[in-house]
Each structure stands twice: as structure tokens, then as C-alpha cells.
């Protein structure tokens, strides 16, 4: 993945990043208008989701913003730079998914009830904002719409795998 120019390239990428704080998170771009990710470490660490919706566009050449809001009540802004590289997260998490994570770590899809019960139940706000850069470790393409790449729990050791190429998906 040298070169990542338009939103052609961008689409079937999939990237493990470090943020500032020390979070590890994964992220597949499945299509022009889904992601998929896993969470690795952080305050919601463990937490994984498959096909969630996003705004997904190109800025400018090489520069990439998506944006989505979750089942949660948790917004979330990306801006990626694949050839540095780089990107820029924010999160807004509601109040209680910071004070209660636990209740969001999980295989989302199977607990999407929860999710709505749960942000109605507790508190939206204040908000928790989350603004860090972060490195990306790992990028390839997968090809678009690939339900291999997102596909089971985050472990321990998983991000060495498939950085070091034990760990495939095509
Ligand atoms: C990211 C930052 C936040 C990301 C996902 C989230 C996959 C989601 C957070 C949450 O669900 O609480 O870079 O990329």
C-alpha cells in the first residue's frame, strides 16, 4: 500500500494505529460507506464491530476523513494520512460509556439492545473528547467487502501476528 492517492486505494484498507495515549486500535475501510474495527487496548479495549456506517471521503489527494456515530451515542472523527503514515482521531464519548465501558466491550452486533437501552438508561453528557494523533503500524489492502479481516475477538498477541505476517486474510 505505497501509495495511497484516491479513494479507490483507500476503500479494502486495513490499519493498526497507536494513538498518543497508548490505545491500539484496527480499522477496515469494508466499503465506500462501512467499516469494521477491533479495539485492541484503551478504555474500551476488547470492544469489536462489524458494519458500522460512515462518511467516508477523500479531503485531497492522499488525505482521508471518516466519521460516524455509534449505537453507543460515541461520534467518532478520523483524518488519515496513509503515506505519513499518521492520522487524527477524535472520540465524544457520551458520560456513561466513561463512566461504564465494560457495558461496550463486546461483540457489538450482538448486543445492539443493550447499546440502546444502556444510553438512554445513564448519562449523555458532559461529553468525554478524546483529540490524539496516532502512528499507523500496519496497513494493506484487502479488497472491498472481505469478512475475513474483521472477524474474531481482539487477543493478546494478535496485533504482533498479523503485523509480522502470521496473521492473514485474503
Ligand atoms: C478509532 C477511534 C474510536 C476507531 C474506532 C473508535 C476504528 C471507536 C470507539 C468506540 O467504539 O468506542 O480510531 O477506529
Known amino acids: 500500500m505505497e501509495n495511497t492517492k484516491k479513494l479507490s486505494d483507500f476503500l479494502g484498507a486495513h490499519f493498526i494505529y497507536t494513538y498518543a495515549n497508548g490505545w491500539k486500535y484496527e480499522l477496515y475501510v ?5 467499516i469494521d474495527y477491533r479495539i485492541h487496548t484503551g478504555m474500551v479495549g476488547g470492544r469489536w464491530v462489524k458494519d458500522q456506517k ?6 485531497t489527494a492522499g488525505i482521508f476523513k471518516l466519521s460516524w456515530t455509534e ?5 467518532v472523527s ?3 494520512l496513509p503515506n ?8 465524544f464519548f457520551p458520560k456513561w460509556v466513561h463512566e461504564h ?7 457489538q452486533n450482538d448486543f445492539l439492545d443493550l447499546m440502546y437501552e444502556s444510553r438512554l438508561k445513564y448519562d449523555t453528557y458532559p ?4 483529540p490524539e494523533f496516532g502512528k499507523i503500524t ?5 479488497g472491498m467487502n472481505n469478512e475475513k479481516v474483521i472477524a474474531v475477538a481482539p487477543y493478546d498477541g494478535m496485533i504482533e501476528e498479523i503485523e509480522n505476517g502470521k496473521l492473514t486474510f485474503n
Open 127 to 130: 461529553k468525554y473528547v478524546v
Open 71 to 75: 449505537p453507543t451515542g460515541t461520534d
Open 138 to 142: 500496519f496497513k494493506k489492502n484487502e
Open 84 to 91: 505519513e503514515n499518521k492520522l487524527h482521531g477524535v472520540i
Open 54 to 59: 460512515a462518511d467516508i471521503v477523500e479531503l
Open 78 to 80: 478520523l483524518d488519515i
Open 30 to 34: 469494508k466499503n465506500e460507506d462501512t
Open 101 to 107: 465501558p465494560e457495558i461496550t466491550v463486546r461483540f
